[in-house]
């Protein structure tokens, strides 16, 4: 720190003390210069240094009259250091708290001369002007039913006031119907006046806020999006989430926790995390994109059963969860895939994807991809049926997760390894296996044990599959490659009475919405869209004690 060069360097009082203040290039840093009449003459420097980096401060402002208003209210403090230096301006920073948590805390300092507290504000001010990531203009969704009909609420008393103090322009709209912010963004919103668009609700108002920026912007370039290979452009325009659904899967994959004042701190920073969105066609018609799960069977059902009693709000999952889980139902189908290459990794390799992720970084857009492939006159023949693996079989479900999924209900998420922006999605096969069997898979959802070390799972790092449910006339009467069954130990075969496998159908759960088509072919586009945060910090920035 000592080697760096100073911009500027004052001695400033905070907090009745003494403090040298140094702006560095990069950094804030103070630290107490204590008066030591208590152990030994003269002045000495305390040990202790708080940093903020420059890229963290939210802002800076003269804290205006607040010396003269405490000279107002106590005229007999007049000698007190406030008095004697009282002229202050106030420093806005992220501070960490608990796991992944953030804050926005104040330090302000006092000092004597007018002019060179007006100087410490221009000076950081022009520092924080060099930073060209963070956003001035934003526009913001909110859906005022997520989750527990806190969305305007939230808004209003934890984001708002940190967006103000950074200066960001918000144009709010409050939908007044599903689909408004889709369409909003598709057809009416004017792109060229925002640096961003903000989602404040759930993992299903995402989904309209993806759907309106990714078509908008393929129909700004003429791409249309029913050709399955079609190269997507990608989006320019930055998505932050504020937290307000039942389940805000993606922004707690993102970020390690569902917290909006966190999430608006991310966006005033200007964090940018690039993210993989899954393209799902049927039959060559694009039905919809998805960023977090595509579950067909459990989760589909889950989710048909929940939409009956969304007015329980986000207990409705736990209740449907439980139900879907005592029907134990299983469906025939056949799955094809495109594995991805070695090097992304493997599901169960344990290389969680974390801020700055080394297997995400090495990966570019689709469409770099794309022009990089045609460059070289090399495009490969993904068409064709080269490179493709076949499993047939009855399944408990089929989950396709391009991220982890972790959510509250489940830390570490359907595939703890996946990867936010590697152009990959995991596919988690679970076959027909008895009741025991699927709750001990499920239980390790929820702790430390491998969720995939079972007979009947498996799961495949891939680029591309498909999925064909099977035809009732042409659904063989047993499947000669699936595993002899573990005995059932709770057999409930009231639920299951007219249950027949070789007709039964599940729907697709796509990010938390029902797909009307069960055949589908789903392609990764490799960081697509790029979200206002910065992935799952490994571990808390510490103070720096010198
Ligand atoms: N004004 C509105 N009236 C009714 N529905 C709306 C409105 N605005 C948005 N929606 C729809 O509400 C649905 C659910 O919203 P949201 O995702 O915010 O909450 P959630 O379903 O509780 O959370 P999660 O998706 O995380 O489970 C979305 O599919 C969205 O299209
Ligand atoms: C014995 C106890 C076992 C408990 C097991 C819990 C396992 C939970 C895994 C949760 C995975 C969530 C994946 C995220 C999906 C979202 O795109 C979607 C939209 O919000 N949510 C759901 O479909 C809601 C899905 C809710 C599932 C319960
Ligand atoms: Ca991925």
């Not at 889980?325 to 974390?354: E, I, M, W």
Request: charged residues 25%; glycine residues 6%.
């Amino acid at each position: 720190m000592e080697n760096q060069d100073k911009i500027i360097c004052s001695e400033l009082f905070q907090k009745q003390r003494k403090v040298e203040v140094v702006l560095y290039p990069a950094v804030l840093a103070w630290k107490e210069i204590e008066k030591s009449s208590k152990r030994s003459s003269g002045t000495s420097e305390s040990e202790h240094v708080q940093t903020v980096k420059v890229c963290e401060i939210v802002a800076v402002h003269k804290t205006e009259d607040e010396a003269d208003a405490q000279l107002r209210s106590h005229p007999k403090r007049i000698n007190q250091p406030s008095q004697q230096y009282p002229h202050a301006f106030t420093v806005s920073y992220v501070r960490r708290t608990r796991q992944h948590l953030w804050r926005c805390a104040d330090v302000t300092f006092h000092c004597a001369d007018q002019q060179i507290c007006e100087q410490w504000v221009q000076v950081i001010n022009e520092q924080l002007s060099l930073l060209t990531n963070r956003p001035k203009n934003l526009l913001v969704y909110i859906n005022p039913y997520g989750g527990k009909r806190r969305g305007e609420r939230i808004y209003e008393q934890k984001v708002a006031p940190v967006f103000r103090r950074a200066g960001i322009f918000t144009d709010v709209i409050v939908t007044e119907r599903a689909n408004h912010a889709r369409d909003h963004l598709k057809m009416e919103a004017n792109l060229d006046d925002y640096d961003g668009v903000v989602c404040v609700g759930g993992d299903g108002m995402f989904s309209e806020i993806l759907h309106g920026l990714v078509t908008r912007i393929q129909t700004d370039h003429g791409v249309d999006q029913n050709q399955p290979d079609a190269e997507l452009v990608p989006c320019s325009l930055r998505i932050g989430i504020i937290p307000a659904g039942s389940t805000d899967c993606i922004c707690f994959a993102t970020q390690g926790t569902n917290d909006p004042v966190t999430s608006a701190l991310h966006i005033v920073v200007g964090d940018s995390q690039p993210m993989d969105v899954c393209s799902v066609h049927h039959n060559g018609v694009f039905l919809k994109y998805s960023v977090s799960l595509l579950g067909y069977g459990f989760y589909g059902d889950v989710l048909t059963d929940s939409e009956r009693n969304r007015w329980l709000g986000p207990a409705r999952y736990d209740l449907s969860g439980f139900k879907t889980f005592l029907s134990h139902n299983y469906y025939g189908g056949t799955v094809s895939f495109l594995p991805a290459d070695d090097n992304v990794g493997h599901p169960r390799d344990k290389l969680q994807c974390r801020s700055g992720c080394r297997i995400c970084q090495h990966k570019h857009s689709s469409k770099d991809e794309h022009d990089e492939a045609s460059e070289e006159k090399e495009k490969p023949a993904e068409d064709s049926d080269r490179g493709w693996s076949v499993i047939h079989g009855k399944f408990i479900a089929i989950n396709s997760a391009s991220m982890s999924c972790a959510c509250p209900r489940s830390p570490k998420g359907l595939s703890p390894s996946a990867h936010l922006a590697d152009g990959t999605t995991d596919l988690i096969l679970v076959r027909k296996c008895s009741r025991l069997d699927f709750f001990r898979h499920l239980l390790r959802h929820t702790n430390n044990d491998d969720q995939f070390d079972h007979w009947f799972v498996e799961v495949h790092r891939v680029r591309k599959f498909r999925f064909q449910p099977w035809h009732p006339d042409l659904a063989p009467l047993e499947d000669a490659s699936e595993h002899p069954e573990s005995p059932d130990l709770s057999p409930i075969s009231s639920l299951q009475e007219t249950y027949d496998d070789r007709t039964a159908e599940s729907s697709w759960n796509c990010d938390g919405e029902i797909l009307h088509h069960t055949a589908i072919q789903v392609s990764v586009q490799c960081q697509l869209i790029r979200l206002f945060a910065r992935g799952i910090e490994e571990q808390q920035d510490a103070e720096v004690a010198v």
